[in-house]
């Protein structure tokens, strides 16, 4: 029988080019989204594309219902997806912006999840496959909001990954580095809507370290890999009878790890201090 998975995030980006490679390889995809006009861009494209919006409870409710009622109550994968960046120093990150990221981040990814676990117990099998990021094991300046998400993303899908263990179902990270995405961009409405920078003890540093990588033009990281590097790791998460607890995806990643088991803290510090 064909494979389906729930795919969210999908109007760009990673989870747009996971849901084309995973269709490629005979999955059925449901590529949700959380505007209608991606939902209906993607319907035309020829994917069931259900409207997920990580931050209205209901709304993922509804969209899993239109998911399950497609597929007679199963479904073998999920891939969180979704996620929004907004930079800036903590100091200047008022509490309702955190609110409002880790809801987009990690409650909603939370809440959807918990609704899929019951299924696939049912079923005896499924894949959980959450996003993370390099910054869910590294915290550099500038990405403290983001890095809290995604440390809180790995540390619950850590212990869920143990508590499902025998149940068929696996849990699975995804770290990747600079991928070629529409992220930046995406997160200017949160930074201008959040941060008062010019009013900030740090101004000086958020013109040289912040504004212009927000809005400059200035190419693609060094070491940036398009997102199809994501989905290479995604198929193999999905389609190995033995996943792998995490993947590291582009160079960073790699090298981040390595000098995260063999350095101490303060020499880590040294070296992100310098982002």
Known sequence: MQKTILVTGCSSGIGYDAAHGLRARGWRVFASCRKPDDCA??????????????ADAACIASGLGEVLEATGGTLDALFN??????????????TEALREIFE??????????????????????????????????????????YSATKYALEGLSDTLRMELHGTGIHVVLIEPGPITSQFRINAIPFFERHI???????????????VNRLYGDNGPDRFELPASAVTAKLIHALESPRPRA??????????????????????????????
Do not use: C
């Open 196 to 210: 008062n920078w010019q009013d900030s003890p740090k101004r000086a540093q958020y013109e040289e370290k912040i």
């Open 104 to 145: 987009v981040n990690f409650f909603g990814w939370h809440e959807l999840t918990r609704l899929v676990v019951p299924v696939m117990r049912n079923q005896g099998h499924g894949r959980i496959i959450q996003n993370s990021s390099i910054l869910g094991f590294i915290a550099p300046p500038w990405r403290g909001a």
């Open 81 to 94: 997806n979704g996620a929004h960046g907004l930079p800036g120093a903590v100091e200047d990150l008022p």
């Open 41 to 54: 861009r993607l319907k035309g494209e020829g994917f069931e594309s259900p409207l997920i919006d990580y």
């Open 246 to 275: 995490r993947y590291y995806v582009t160079t960073p990643t790699y090298i981040a790890g390595f000098l995260k088991r063999i350095l101490p803290t303060r020499a880590i510090d040294a070296i992100l201090a310098r982002m």
